[in-house]
């Protein structure tokens, strides 16, 4: 070697620093890889992406092969660089080259190709399985040897060496990826997907029909009265109860009603009208809506009615009202109620219903009352204050000022709400 030209042995220094620069951009591209489009891309047929995939299996062997062909590359190169520096400067060029070869090994080895490699690594590291796949098969041998020493030693300090290729996610870390999806979902899916997400958060307390808005028929009224109020009725499935709503004894279906109410009023009995009821379907309060929504597929059913857990009837569910959690309102009924239990005042401030779910006020306005403990405002306010106000009151609770408005004997009826001035500022 030390008989050859100074401008082979040039072109032969280049040649090694190219060859280092893709070895240091494929560890680069092949480490920083979107594991799940690489399998969405293996799935598909990809070839590239299969051979990547199968490079991947085993990391350890992958950086193995990567760093021996690295290493071997900047070996020789050191080697022809202290040639090339003795024969330009005698004795001192040992020196001289050595710092030049650090330098160009550390801008065009190094960090240029590595950067680019992490900007595109799809792309260099589609490009490196070509080359590295046959190279993993002709230097198997010594990989493995290497591998072995390796594995060996870390061993020895209580690492594990095995390897899965497969990478799961919890819920918040995959609320996290849909979330910063960006364009690539559009907003109304990467909502969906989100709120299917936090229904293993919320239960059916949080979204039931509390019992004192259940509308449904007291079988101990009058016929005439219990016909007129299912003529009249906006809703499609009305549960059937004894005096209270926790005596419930079936749900009609006004389908099924169609067929009874043909006849003259007088020739309808109570008899009657609970033949074609169906049973009822009674759900703890505290079920998760992930579990509700398997619950009502296996029942197929589409209503149930929510107890504590002293057997109490706290409201119903519908199946309606945990797909709106999901997909949004079916309807305007929801948003128009809204805009009548919220309304804005002058001041900057809302006029809310006491009656009104927490959850829905935060998710009408943009808010972050608490939510674990009760579940309307009314609750909420209750809970701060320990006791039915005589008069109208102010207080604060985290970021947000509450003044009651009006007050009755059972509860607080309307509360004005602002938003404290620090966090508006």
Known sequence: MNNLPLEILFAALVGLLIISAFFSGSETALMSLNRYRLRHLTKKGHRSAHKVTELLRRPDRLLGLVLIGNNLVNVYATTITTIIAMRLYGDAGIAIGSALLTLVILIFGEVTPKTVAAQHPERIAFFASWILKPMAVIMHPLVIMINAVSNSLVRIFGVRTQHSTLEHLDPEELRTVVDEAGDLIPDQHQGMLLNVLDL??????????????????????????????????????????????????????????????????????????????????????????????????????????????????????????????????????????????????????????????????????????????????????????????????????????????????KMIAWVKVHQAESEEE
Request: charged content about 30%; some cysteine; aromatic content about 8%.
């Open 200 to 409: 293993e958060k919320s239960t059916v307390e949080d979204i039931m029909i509390p019992r004192n808005e259940v509308e449904g028929l007291d079988l101990e009224r009058p016929v005439v009265d219990l016909l007129q109020q299912i003529r009249t009725s906006d809703y499609t499935r009305l549960p059937l109860y004894e005096g209270d709503i926790n005596n419930v004894v079936g749900l009609l279906h006004l389908r099924d009603a169609a067929r009874f109410m043909a006849k003259d009023d007088k020739d309808i009995t109570v008899e009657e009208i609970l033949s074609f009821a169906s049973e009822p379907y009674f759900v703890p309060e505290a079920t998760p809506l992930t579990t509700q929504l398997l619950n009502f597929q296996q029942q197929k059913c589409r209503m149930a009615l929510v107890v504590d857990e002293y057997g109490e009837v706290q409201g119903i569910v519908t199946l309606e009202d945990l797909l709106e959690e999901i997909v949004g309102e079916f309807t305007t009924n929801v948003a128009e109620q809204a805009d009548q239990d919220i309304v804005a005042t002058d001041d900057g401030g809302y006029l809310i219903d006491g009656g009104t779910f927490v959850r829905d006020i935060n998710r009408h306005l943009d808010w972050e009352l608490p939510t674990r403990g009760p579940k309307t405002l009314n609750g909420l306010a209750m809970e701060y204050l320990e006791s039915i106000p005589d008069g109208n009151v102010c207080f604060e609770l985290d970021s947000y000022r509450l003044e009651t408005t009006e007050i009755t004997d």
